[in-house]
T-cell receptor, first 114, second 113 residues
């Protein structure tokens, strides 16, 4: 079983719709959860991080965390063509010596079509 | 502004040669930096943790004698791919964490011919 799994893509949504990206993780002791966006040929850029159960909103983005279900999601409201990218879920596991040791999911390719 | 820089942004080398990639922290002192590798259409995989003034910690399956890491100062970590082969062609990305957020460098694309 992979440590971090994301829903298989690619995901295609029309402009203005809500895009929903999902991620599950295997280490129940995981503490920190991140969503990154990666454009083709570029390095990842942080969208959001979440540590506590519940929702966290930042502009058009909402991260949701449910530690009991070992599930974290990212909602993108009013999707724009510029949101088209690969979205990476990353987790810092319990017992890690540093917040820097991230385990990434395989990524979900999102396409927002006009 | 940018927090992390990498140099070079891309490099092409011949099989058997060595390549050095630099990762610099631009605005604060980083005792720990991280090196990731990303093959085409795959996700990022942590290769090693670079520790200032001490030996790097390598992830399982990563050859420490092939991927030499030096973290001689608080703002610079280097990754040297020794005796590179075509299968080492990849996107190498360094990162550092500050205030519990991780910042990635722009990456170095290595092509070994």
């Amino acid at each position: 079983q992979k440590e971090v799994e994301q829903n298989s893509g690619p995901l295609s949504v029309p402009e203005g719709a809500i895009a929903s990206l999902n991620c599950t993780y295997s280490d129940r002791g995981s503490q920190s959860f991140f969503w990154y966006r990666q454009y083709s040929g570029k390095s990842p850029e942080l969208i959001m991080f979440i540590y506590s159960n519940g929702d966290k909103e930042d502009g058009r983005f909402t991260a949701q965390l449910n530690k009991a279900s070992q599930y974290v999601s990212l909602l993108i409201r009013d999707s724009q063509p510029s949101d088209s990218a690969t979205y990476l879920c990353a987790v810092v596991s319990a017992g890690g010596t540093s917040y820097g040791k991230l385990t990434f999911g395989q990524g979900t390719i999102l396409t927002v079509h006009p | 502004g940018a927090v992390v820089s990498q140099h070079p942004s891309w490099v092409i080398c011949k099989s058997g040669t060595s390549v050095k990639i630099e990762c610099r922290s631009l605005d604060f002192q980083a005792t720990t930096m991280f090196w990731y590798r990303q093959f085409p259409k795959q996700s990022l995989m942590l290769m090693a943790t670079s520790n200032e003034g001490s030996k790097a910690t390598y992830e399982q399956g990563v050859e420490k004698d092939k991927f030499l890491i030096n973290h001689a100062s608080l703002t610079l970590s280097t990754l040297t791919v020794t005796s590179a082969h075509p299968e080492d062609s990849s996107f190498y990305i360094c990162s550092l964490d500050r205030l519990y957020e991780q910042y990635f460098g722009p990456g170095t694309r290595l092509t070994v011919t």
